[in-house]
């Protein structure tokens, strides 16, 4: 038995599947598996692998096996809701970098950076809907995102104990005509400032930013993408004595 069919048994033996996990299911959806992999010789291990674990989860349907034919296998995964109520998603690993470096000795070597993405919604916008509607709209967001087909509308900075970091608020307008914002990293502007507070001072944060408190330090503006943006820079004191800088910016009136 190979390395790869193994690693797929192993799944099926702690897959949560929502019919028996024994029985003639379990033994026609390890038949498939088996034959998915024949099938797919030119992918790699670890892809095949994935690839084939997520269908085995997909395919089951109220006690019965589906077929993979007109299934919708959602890029983004329902995880949940967490303490605040906002309602989580996730995305299994992706590769997003793939190819071949030279180190300074002349040796090569395979690199492959892989990642996962994790988005919280509220659930105003999800219980007007339904989960199934909200994954297809952040799988619409992403096209928008690629296409860079957004609009910036807010700028939020955060600043504790000398470390930075930079959100940017995106409106997406979705082919239906419905607009959403999206709050998303700014990876050129992370100087670590996000991973210093704890979720507890982040909630703490945000109700207080909601709440009009914080000491206004001053205002400045800024050039971004060629819209002047003006922030309101303001400091907080959270309960443990953490300070924060934050700055929220918005685009400037004409």
């Known amino acids: 038995m190979s390395k790869n069919t193994k690693r797929i048994e192993q799944y099926l033996e702690h897959a949560r599947l929502t019919q028996p996990e024994n029985g003639p299911h379990r033994a026609e959806l390890r038949r498939e598996v088996l034959r998915e992999i024949e099938r797919n010789q030119t992918m790699s291990a670890r892809n095949r692998a994935w690839r084939v674990g ?66 919280t919604m509220s659930p105003d916008h999800v219980e007007e809907s339904s989960v199934e509607q909200a994954q297809l709209d952040l799988e619409e967001i992403d096209r928008l995102r690629e296409q860079d087909d957004r609009d910036l509308m807010r700028i939020i900075d955060t600043e504790v104990a000398g470390q930075s970091s930079r959100t940017l608020v995106h409106r997406y307008t979705l082919s239906d005509g419905r607009a959403l914002q999206m709050g998303e990293n700014d990876r050129e502007n992370n100087g670590g400032g996000a991973r210093v ?58």
Do not use: M
């Open 54 to 119: 997520l269908a085995i989860a997909a395919v089951v349907c109220g006690g019965a096996i589906a077929t993979a034919v007109g299934v919708r296998i959602y890029r983004y995964q329902f995880q949940g809701q967490d303490d605040e109520g906002r309602y989580v998603f996730e995305t299994g690993p992706e590769v997003v970098y793939e190819g071949v470096e030279t180190d300074p000795n002349g040796a090569e070597r395979h690199v492959q950076v892989v990642t996962s993405r994790t988005v």
């Open 197 to 254: 507070l704890d979720s507890s001072q982040w909630k703490e944060l945000h109700d207080l930013a909601k709440a009009g408190d914080g000491e206004l330090v001053g205002t400045y503006e800024e050039q971004i993408d060629g819209v002047t943006f003006v922030f309101e820079k303001k400091r907080f004191t959270l309960v443990d004595g953490t300070e924060v800088l934050r700055s929220k910016g918005v685009p400037k009136d004409d």
